[in-house]
């Protein structure tokens, strides 16, 4: 076990230990069904407060193969999965929050100097007796060294992985080499068993193709299959049961959206909640606006106050009780403005 290569199950576990904890494990069965296949890379993009952060603690406690974790896992719904007992504690996890190295760092170069050197670390730890190294300086080719010697894939798990596209929103060189940089360790490596990154942004783009055209998104508005995995739905009727609150209150505060997705041939419908404010309002007894607290909303109150395109006064329509039509598909959410001019 290291910080980077398979971290272990602390993050996890204490969100077993917590007060409220909602069973999301469904999700494994879903990137089980991915795993070594050419859909194995997975983007979830989320707003914060979601859950991505639980989910890849939940992964790496799951796939890592430095502990049996099976006591964890055994009394939750993936129990019940066919892939369960396949997967579980079969793979070396190299979990990574982008966030931690932008915070520590102050330039892209000086990021990717400091993130392949900790993670090379980790792995010369674990591996240098057992497998002869052709380059300890080159992380992707200590990687290759280390499948083909163990024949074990890794899964990669990046949390926060658009941290640098926001921070640096303006650097178009400095986001195409970070972006360069996570195509050529992930891209067509045999080593790759399951890349699943989360963040704010989708994937970002830059001239005529995507860095990163390998991963398949599932954004806010396209969730498809990971609907349920990310946010509270119908299990909010039963939180406020539990801890007597009212579910029409409930619904009314923290009824974000809905999502309709296919299940099997049959449409149905989700209301998507909150996490963080149907946990703070269940614990405390007290209907606020918990979710506009975090960093995300600040960042969003930036774009609403510029009014640009009439965003200002359609979500003062909104607010009001009126119903406002919108083209997702129009917008390019990367923060920064398109040859149109258009901010989004």
Same mark, same amino acid.
């Given at each position: 076990?290291?910080?980077?290569?398979?971290?272990?199950?602390?993050?996890?576990?204490?969100?077993?230990?917590?007060?409220?904890?909602?069973?999301?494990?469904?999700?494994?069965?879903?990137?089980?069904?991915?795993?070594?296949?050419?859909?194995?890379?997975?983007?979830?993009?989320?707003?914060?407060?979601?859950?991505?952060?639980?989910?890849?603690?939940?992964?790496?406690?799951?796939?890592?193969?430095?502990?049996?974790?099976?006591?964890?896992?055994?009394?939750?719904?993936?129990?019940?999965?066919?892939?369960?007992?396949?997967?579980?504690? *079969?793979?070396? &996890? #190299?979990? $990574?929050?982008?966030?931690?190295? /932008?915070?520590?760092? =102050?330039?892209? @170069?000086?990021?990717?100097?400091?993130?392949?050197?900790?993670?090379?670390?980790?792995?010369?730890?674990?591996?240098?007796?057992?497998?002869?190294?052709?380059?300890?300086?080159?992380?992707?080719?200590?990687?290759?060294?280390?499948?083909?010697?163990?024949? *074990?894939?890794? &899964? #990669?798990? $990046?949390?926060?992985?658009?941290? /640098?596209?926001?921070? =640096?929103?303006? @650097?178009?060189?400095?986001?195409?080499?970070?972006?360069?940089?996570?195509?050529?360790?992930?891209?067509?490596?045999?080593?790759?068993?399951?890349?699943?990154?989360?963040?704010?942004?989708?994937?970002?783009?830059?001239?005529?193709?995507?860095?990163?055209?390998?991963?398949?998104?599932?954004?806010?508005?396209?969730?498809?299959?990971?609907?349920?995995?990310?946010?509270?739905?119908?299990?909010?009727?039963?939180?406020?049961?539990?801890?007597?609150?009212?579910?029409?209150?409930?619904?009314?505060?923290?009824?974000?959206?809905?999502?309709?997705?296919?299940?099997?041939?049959?449409?149905?419908?989700?209301?998507?909640?909150?996490?963080?404010?149907?946990?703070?309002?269940?614990?405390?007894?007290?209907?606020?606006?918990?979710?506009?607290?975090?960093?995300?909303?600040?960042?969003?109150?930036?774009?609403?106050?510029?009014?640009?395109?009439?965003?200002?006064?359609?979500?003062?329509?909104?607010?009001?009780?009126?119903?406002?039509?919108?083209?997702?598909?129009?917008?390019?959410?990367?923060?920064?403005?398109?040859?149109?001019?258009?901010?989004?």
């Amino acid at each position: 076990m290291g910080s980077y290569l398979n971290p272990g199950n602390k993050g996890f576990r204490e969100s077993l230990n917590s007060d409220i904890y909602v069973d999301k494990s469904g999700l494994i069965e879903k990137t089980n069904a991915k795993v070594d296949t050419r859909q194995k890379f997975l983007c979830i993009s989320r707003p914060r407060r979601f859950g991505k952060s639980m989910a890849a603690d939940m992964l790496a406690a799951y796939y890592g193969c430095g502990e049996d974790t099976a006591e964890l896992f055994d009394r939750l719904k993936v129990s019940q999965a066919s892939s369960y007992r396949e997967h579980l504690n *079969r793979y070396d &996890v #190299i979990k $990574i929050n982008m966030q931690e190295f /932008l915070s520590l760092t =102050y330039s892209v @170069d000086e990021m990717l100097e400091m993130l392949q050197k900790y993670v090379r670390f980790d792995l010369l730890e674990q591996f240098e007796q057992a497998v002869r190294l052709r380059d300890e300086n080159n992380l992707i080719q200590v990687m290759k060294d280390i499948y083909f010697r163990t024949q *074990r894939p890794f &899964v #990669i798990l $990046i949390d926060e992985w658009d941290c /640098l596209l926001r921070e =640096y929103q303006q @650097d178009q060189d400095a986001q195409k080499k970070y972006l360069d940089f996570l195509r050529m360790w992930l891209k067509d490596k045999d080593y790759v068993g399951l890349a699943y990154m989360t963040g704010i942004l989708p994937i970002k783009k830059y001239g005529s193709h995507s860095a990163l055209n390998m991963f398949t998104e599932y954004s806010m508005t396209n969730p498809r299959e990971m609907a349920k995995f990310f946010g509270f739905t119908e299990e909010v009727r039963a939180l406020c049961g539990e801890y007597g609150r009212s579910f029409e209150e409930t619904r009314a505060w923290y009824d974000g959206y809905d999502l309709m997705i296919m299940e099997g041939t049959v449409p149905k419908t989700y209301s998507m909640y909150s996490p963080k404010s149907v946990v703070d309002a269940m614990l405390s007894g007290i209907f606020d606006n918990y979710w506009n607290q975090t960093e995300t909303y600040e960042a969003l109150r930036v774009y609403i106050r510029m009014n640009f395109d009439g965003l200002k006064d359609a979500v003062v329509r909104m607010l009001a009780g009126e119903s406002v039509l919108i083209n997702t598909g129009t917008f390019s959410n990367d923060m920064t403005p398109s040859q149109a001019g258009t901010m989004c």
